[in-house]
């Protein structure tokens, strides 16, 4: 739900718009300092982030639960858990109670400074794409909202190095929006594509495809409900259908909101 004003929403866009426009043009040597610097620059900019302001303690921890029973099925005692663009940290933090060691990585700590972290939780700055980690030294990798704020060259340098990072039969679980029912960052109020720090929005197909070339063995859809893991050739149907019908009848089709769950992208590639 957005808590702001409309001059609130017109100014974060305009400023995400235009730090966007940096990163989409920005050759990959200038991206390894300008993904943090971009960060820093939007919550500095922009107090009023949702990131920062949207929850209210009581919301924050439904959300929390939730993500923490969708991880469920993943973790335990001896994991080792990193976690990609953890934002806040508040999951991270949580998951910390359940594993061994976390590992968070982020191109920005402005929104974790003021927090207290556990003593088996590392924060480590990234230029973006790297995963500083020693080769197979990681179980489970997590991210939710990253890889569309990747821009479209890194992310599979980016998923390369995950990859390296993970065990053997380690998991990475990969949540992302749609692409279909886009877009989602903060230009959905404004256009019809994504324009702000949303640099790609992928189908299940797209990051299937390049979950592959990376070299997981095997990929499934997880629906994030008892468990329940599906594989990815319905969805690979059902987005082809999509994705010939006129823009207009698609969107009128994807603002239902059981058609978007089961269409936001919740791949699971195993090593």
């Given amino acids: ?24 043009n920005s050759t ?4 390894k300092s300008l993904y943090t610097e971009a960060y820093d620059e939007l919550f500095q900019k922009v107090p009023h ?7 209210s303690p ?30 806040d940290c508040a999951l991270a933090f949580e998951i910390a109670k359940r594993v061994a060691k976390v590992y968070a990585i982020d191109v920005s700590n402005e929104i974790t400074r003021n927090f207290e972290p556990p003593e088996n ?12 980690l020693a080769p197979e030294s990681v ?28 065990k053997k039969n380690g998991v990475y679980f990969c949540i ?45 859809v997880y629906l994030g409900v008892y468990g329940i893991f599906l594989p990815v050739f319905p969805f690979k149907i059902a987005e082809k259908l999509l994705d010939r019908m006129p823009h207009s009848l698609r969107k009128l089709l994807t603002f239902n909101r059981i058609v978007r769950f089961l269409l936001g992208v919740k791949l699971v590639g195993t090593k």
């Fill in 1 to 24: 739900m957005e808590n702001r004003t409309p001059a609130e929403v017109r100014e974060h866009y305009e400023i995400e718009k235009r730090i966007a426009e940096r990163l989409r």
């Fill in 28 to 31: 990959p040597d200038e991206r």
């Fill in 49 to 55: 982030h949702p990131l920062i302001n949207d929850y």
């Fill in 58 to 87: 009581a919301a924050k921890r439904r959300q929390i639960a939730k993500e923490v029973s969708s991880l469920q099925p993943f973790v335990g005692a001896a994991t080792v858990y990193l976690e990609i663009g953890p934002g």
């Fill in 121 to 132: 939780f590392e924060l480590i700055l990234s230029d973006g794409s790297s995963v500083p």
């Fill in 139 to 166: 179980d489970v990798a997590f991210s939710n909202q990253l890889m569309e704020h990747l821009h479209p060259d890194d992310s599979l340098l980016q998923l390369r190095n995950v990859f390296r990072a993970l």
């Fill in 176 to 220: 992302t929006p749609n692409r279909l029912s886009g877009p989602h960052d903060i230009s959905r109020n404004f256009d019809a594509t994504a324009t702000g720090l949303h640099l790609k929005e992928y189908t299940v197909t797209e990051l299937d495809a390049i979950f592959k070339k990376v070299g997981f063995s095997k990929t499934k």
